[in-house]
Every structure is written in C-alpha cells, then in structure tokens.
Nanobody, 118 residues
Framework: QVQLIESGGGLVQPGASLRLTCAAS????????MGWFRQAPGKEREFVAA????????NYADSMKGRFTISKDNAKNTAYLQVNSLNPEDTAVYYC???????????WGQGTQVTVSS
C-alpha cells in the first residue's frame, strides 16, 4: 500500500504564498511520477502539476505556469508544491497523487485545504 499525506494548507490573504507538502510511504521510493491536483467547491478536480521520478522534468497546467512550482526530495520521499501570488480563485482542496506502474494516477492523499480570502 502507498499512503500520501498532504499538509501545509491554510487560510491566507490574496497575494500570499504557501508551500504544500506531500509525505509518501509504502512502495513509492521516489521512483514514480508525482502530481498535484485541486478541487474547488462545486467544480471538478483539475490537474495542477506533475514531476518525473528524478525531478528533472515538470509539467504544469497552462493556468498554473509561473505561480506554481512542483519539486520533490527522493531521499525524504516527499513532494512539494510552492504556490505564489494566491488569489481567491485558487481556493480549493489540493491533492497529492502518485502514478502507478500502469501509468495511471493510482494513489491519492486526503487533501489539504487552501483558502484565499481577506
């Protein structure tokens, strides 16, 4: 079993920054593609970013480029999402996910809430 635990969310004002953390345990070993998704109230879950097992290649949704940065530390079995210049439209539950051997998003965390409001 692979378990992913997100943390780092919270209530922030517009323009603030957060670093979200995804701690992984089980058969991940930092050798699989990791990703971040988010789901706003009343909206479908959407892709945010993904990163290769060695951290050498990152992919972002077009709307996330510039303000969002994904990274990972294989030694710590941890992935991160740096989010800058947050606005109220970024309010959502942010989920960490790990790709399985079949190339699908096989494992998911419970999510961490990010709320942007004055």
């Amino acid at each position: 079993q692979v378990q992913l635990i997100e943390s780092g969310g919270g209530l922030v004002q517009p323009g603030a920054s957060l670093r979200l953390t995804c701690a992984a345990s089980g058969r991940t070993s930092g050798r699989y593609v990791m990703g971040w998704f988010r789901q706003a109230p009343g909206k479908e879950r959407e892709f945010v970013a993904a990163i290769s097992w060695d951290g050498g290649k990152a992919n972002y949704a077009d709307s996330m480029k510039g303000r969002f940065t994904i990274s990972k530390d294989n030694a710590k079995n941890t992935a991160y999402l740096q989010v800058n210049s947050l606005n109220p439209e970024d309010t959502a539950v942010y989920y960490c996910a790990q790709e399985g051997d079949a190339g699908t998003w096989a494992y998911w965390g419970q999510g961490t809430q990010v709320t942007v409001s004055s």
